[in-house]
């Protein structure tokens, strides 16, 4: 078993790094959508810590996920042309994404004057005096960037079936077996 990547397949590391932050992005998305249906009171406010403590795991899991990809290159999507072109565009569309979520998440939290609780372990405080224009624009980012969010990841999966079903090619088999 290979721990880093070579120019044709995923080593075990960038395909376990890839797993579990589908896992820990598809999990944040879930909580988010439950919790924004709540009343405010204390299981939503419970969630927010939830969402905010795994937000952070994120953070740090997309900076060893960069510094991981500098050190061992990811092979280049199967395809050519304007398809290879495409499956650039939306791993680039998919890291900017994973970076501005948090970033603004922790961004309107702090500004918006609530500490980040992280699992009971360390608490990063709020801002003392609310920062209207930073927690509005946290705010703004993470909204959209979440609504567009949905629609790459939705496109990214759809192209993975697309790769394995209909070009029949090692897409996915080389980014979970082999
Ligand atoms: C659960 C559904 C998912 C499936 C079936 C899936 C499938 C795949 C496959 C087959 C590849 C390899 C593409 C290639 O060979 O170039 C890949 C790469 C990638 N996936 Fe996913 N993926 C999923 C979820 C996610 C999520 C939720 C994210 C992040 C929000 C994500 C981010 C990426 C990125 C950035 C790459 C490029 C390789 C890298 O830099 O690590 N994937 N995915
Ligand atoms: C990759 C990391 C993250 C993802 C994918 C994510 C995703 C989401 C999504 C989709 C929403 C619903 C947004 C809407 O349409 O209104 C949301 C809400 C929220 N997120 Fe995140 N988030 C992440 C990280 C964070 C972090 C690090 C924090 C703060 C430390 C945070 C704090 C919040 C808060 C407070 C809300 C509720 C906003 C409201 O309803 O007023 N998130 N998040």
């Known amino acids: 078993m290979n721990l880093t990547n070579s120019p044709q397949r995923f ?13 820990l992005i598809l999990s944040l998305i879930a909580i988010a959508l439950y919790m924004d249906t ?13 969402h905010k ?8 899991a997309i900076a060893i996920r960069i510094i991981w990809h500098r050190v061992s ?7 050519e042309g304007i398809k290879l072109t495409m499956a650039h565009l939306g791993h680039l569309a998919l890291y900017l994404l994973m970076l501005a979520m948090p970033i603004s998440g922790m961004m309107m939290s ?3 004057g609530h500490d980040i ?11 003392a005096e609310k920062n209207v224009m930073l927690n509005e624009l946290g705010a703004s980012v993470h909204h959209y960037a979440g609504q567009l969010l949905y629609v790459v990841i939705a496109v990214h999966v759809l192209a993975a079936l697309y ?16």
């Open 73 to 79: 290159k990811v092979p280049a999507p199967i395809g």
């Open 163 to 178: 790769h394995h079903f209909i070009l029949k090619d090692d897409t996915i088999k080389r980014i979970t077996s082999k």
């Open 38 to 50: 709540l009343p405010r009171g204390p299981e939503k406010f419970q969630l927010f810590d939830l």
């Open 110 to 112: 702090l500004a918006g």
């Open 11 to 23: 080593g075990l590391v960038s395909k376990l790094i890839h797993w579990l932050m589908a896992l």
């Open 53 to 60: 403590g795994l937000g952070l795991i994120a953070i740090a």
């Open 117 to 127: 609780k992280f699992f009971g372990l360390f608490t990063i405080a709020g801002f």
